[in-house]
């Protein structure tokens, strides 16, 4: 926990201009039962991206490198993004994190939207690709039509946005009938303290990064959400502290 202690600690702290710091055509699956037979395969290629400049590039690879040396080898790894609270940038930095790994040509990854009440990717017409919500759309123009052909993504279902929640259940199918071939699996889960279904989702990952915005986040909320991700049996192995505040150039602190 000290990690998260000292995440937070750098986020009360800090405050100025903002950035985060680590810091593969089918149908729509249809929710028959929990049964992974019943979920046909729906990972689509992604239409749009987020900015990735110098530092968040270092950050991701940095997050990258962390997250290997935690988990070991593994064929795969599922890791699992989540907020204590909405409005601290989760689906920013999980997409930051894949689209870096997908500019590794060996690497496959796959994100999976696990946020049913405000999703950030939708099946396009004729469910050809995903498509990414337009407000966390790049900045660059030149980003922002790309199809992604090394990242694919499982967009939330109708029937599970429907229902307002991703159960475990259903999580579990989707990774059944989807996970098979990529060696990253993305979770881009809802807040843990506003989406009852959050913790619990955080056990079917191996790990889980807790999101934390710069200035924004205080102790007894992080607090909080901590001690409920590890009361459902999640595996918290580290945070990312998104929006931080460069109160000096950035080159002196690559510095000191």
């Known amino acids: 926990m000290t990690r998260i202690f000292d995440a937070l600690k750098k986020a009360e702290e800090a405050r100025g201009t903002t950035s985060p710091v680590a810091v593969p055509v089918p149908a729509t699956a249809a929710w028959t039962s929990g049964r992974a037979a019943d979920v046909p395969r729906t990972a689509m290629p992604l239409l749009g991206a987020v900015d990735l400049d110098e530092e968040v590039m270092r950050a991701m690879s940095s997050l990258r490198v962390n997250l290997e040396a935690e988990l070991g080898a593994r064929q795969s790894r599922t890791i699992l993004f989540l907020a204590p609270q909405g409005g601290e940038g989760t689906s920013t930095v999980a997409l930051q994190f894949a689209q870096l790994l997908a500019r590794d040509a060996a690497a496959r990854p796959l994100l999976v939207d696990c946020n049913a009440r405000r999703p950030a990717f ?4 004729g469910q050809r690709c995903a498509v990414l919500d337009p407000r966390l759309v790049a900045r660059s123009p030149e980003a922002a039509g790309v199809v992604a052909s090394n990242l694919f993504v499982v967009p939330v279902s109708p029937e599970v946005r429907a229902a307002g929640l991703m159960t475990t259940s259903a999580l579990r199918a989707t990774l059944d009938a ?43 909320v992080m607090t909080r959400a901590a001690d409920l ?8 192995v580290g945070t990312v502290l998104n929006r931080r505040v460069l109160e000096i150039p950035e080159f002196i602190y690559r510095r000191i």
């Open 229 to 236: 991700l590890v009361k459902s049996g999640s595996r918290l």
């Open 178 to 220: 989807n996970a098979a071939g990529f060696d990253w699996v993305i979770l881009d889960a809802p807040p843990v303290l506003d989406s009852p279904d959050a913790a619990a989702l955080g056990a079917t990952a191996d790990g889980v990064i807790m999101v934390l915005q710069a200035g924004r986040t205080k102790r007894p």
């Open 122 to 125: 939708t099946a396009a017409e």
